[in-house]
């Protein structure tokens, strides 16, 4: 038996390592429904990494620098989930929901933000938390 609860595959069907430890985390520490909320908020994002050929082209991953990461996670929220996201004029993204977005858009930016927290903490993500303030 390996030891965890679930093991996550990623878009060629080979054990994601990141993913199958971040489930293992988001369902010790957090309820049940909030764990599963998150691993299917943020598997998506990470099939969109892995297939979509602009970020191919472009070299986003999930463990590049945080930089590149916020650029892949807006295009995701623009390309996949339907939002507007421009720059603030105090320099941050602001991400402009539609009704049909509001819930899943805050699930996934959760789930993210917990996702680089379990990464660095497990010493696979060397950038901060692309999150973090």
Same mark, same amino acid.
């Given at each position: 038996?390996? +030891?965890?609860? =679930?093991? #996550?595959?990623?878009?060629?069907? %080979?054990?994601?390592?990141?993913?199958?430890? @971040?489930?293992?985390?988001?369902? $010790?520490?957090?309820?049940?429904?909030?764990?599963?909320? *998150?691993?299917?908020?943020?598997?998506?994002? %990470?099939?969109?990494?892995?297939?979509?050929?602009? &970020?191919?082209?472009?070299?986003?991953?999930?463990? /590049?620098?945080?930089? &590149?990461? $916020?650029?892949?996670?807006?295009? *995701?929220?623009?390309?996949?989930? +339907?939002?507007?996201?421009?720059? %603030? &004029?105090? +320099? @941050?993204? &602001? =991400?402009?929901?539609?009704?049909?977005?509001? $819930?899943?858009? /805050? #699930?996934?930016?959760? /789930?993210?933000?917990?996702?680089? $927290? #379990?990464?660095?903490?497990? !010493?696979?993500?060397? !950038?901060?938390?692309?999150?973090?303030?």
């Amino acid at each position: 038996m390996h +030891g965890y609860p =679930v093991l #996550v595959f990623d878009a060629r069907d %080979h054990i994601s390592i990141p993913l199958t430890l @971040f489930a293992r985390e988001a369902l $010790r520490t957090k309820a049940a429904g909030t764990a599963s909320a *998150y691993l299917y908020a943020v598997l998506p994002f %990470h099939t969109f990494l892995e297939t979509d050929p602009w &970020q191919q082209r472009a070299g986003h991953c999930r463990d /590049g620098p945080p930089d &590149q990461v $916020r650029l892949a996670v807006a295009d *995701y929220l623009m390309q996949r989930l +339907g939002c507007r996201v421009s720059e %603030h &004029q105090r +320099g @941050f993204q &602001q =991400v402009e929901l539609t009704r049909d977005t509001l $819930r899943s858009v /805050g #699930v996934f930016l959760s /789930g993210l933000k917990f996702f680089y $927290r #379990v990464m660095h903490s497990q !010493g696979l993500y060397a !950038g901060d938390n692309p999150w973090w303030t």
